[in-house]
T-cell receptor
Framework: DQQVKQNSPSLSVQEGRISILNCDYT??????FLWYKKYPAEGPTFLIS?????DKNEDGRFTVFLNKSAKHLSLHIVPSQPGDSAVYFC?????????????FGGGTRVLVKP | DTGVSQNPRHKITKRGQNVTFRCDPI?????LYWYRQTLGQGPEFLTY????????KSRLLSDRFSAERPKGSFSTLEIQRTEQGDSAMYLC??????????????FGPGTRLTVT
């Protein structure tokens, strides 16, 4: 019963273009969402987050959109750079739950071609 | 850099042996988490500490697994009588639990366990 799903295991994009990563969740109790980037042999690195009271959050080249009615979020990277090549995980949490543990999707591998 | 550190980075052990991993969180963070990641999957929650108290354990954490966080600082994760299915990356994360960014967890580099 995967509560957070990333249906695209991989994505290839040209340098300078937009990368769009998608994530769906099933548990309506989730109200805080995060994106992490992971390089090989390193732990996940926090990128950007969004609370369910918002539908958009922007930080530099990264923008996260949340559609609560569709239980869907997406991460836009504009413009994409070769250093963005990594595996991206979306994660969900419940603010009022003790500890706010994260439930992760399976990841999307992004390759940015020069 | 005072990020989350984990030791060892790699551990190879034979089935049936015990192993122990250590995590040193970011110093001012009072929450500490352990996750496990297998190939091609996202990290899965194992357990979490608020200061020195272990407040939640996943059903993934069988009785062969034990975690401690004495004095609310570093944490150890011990696996007894290892099995080949325990082979995975074990990730530690910490968070503040308060302030402007209470929910963001910061991860260490992980300990890769291989059970032969």
């Amino acid at each position: 019963d995967q509560q957070v799903k990333q249906n695209s295991p991989s994505l290839s994009v040209q340098e300078g273009r937009i990368s769009i990563l998608n994530c769906d969740y099933t548990n309506s109790m989730f109200d805080y969402f995060l994106w992490y980037k992971k390089y090989p042999a390193e732990g996940p690195t926090f990128l950007i987050s969004i609370s369910s009271i918002k539908d958009k959050n922007e930080d530099g080249r990264f923008t996260v959109f949340l559609n609560k009615s569709a239980k869907h979020l997406s991460l836009h990277i504009v413009p994409s750079q070769p250093g963005d090549s990594a595996v991206y995980f979306c994660a969900a949490s419940m603010i009022k739950a003790a500890g706010n543990k994260l439930t992760f999707g399976g990841g999307t591998r992004v390759l940015v071609k020069p | 850099d005072t990020g989350v550190s984990q030791n060892p980075r790699h551990k190879i052990t034979k089935r049936g042996q015990n192993v122990t991993f250590r995590c040193d969180p970011i110093s001012e963070h009072n929450r500490l988490y352990w996750y496990r990641q297998t190939l091609g999957q996202g990290p899965e929650f194992l357990t979490y500490f608020q200061n020195e108290a272990q407040l939640e354990k996943s059903r993934l954490l069988s009785d062969r697994f034990s975690a401690e966080r004495p004095k609310g600082s570093f944490s150890t994760l011990e696996i007894q009588r290892t099995e080949q299915g325990d082979s995975a990356m074990y990730l530690c994360a910490s968070s503040l639990g308060q302030g402007p960014y209470p929910y963001e967890q910061y991860f260490g580099p992980g300990t890769r366990l291989t059970v032969t």
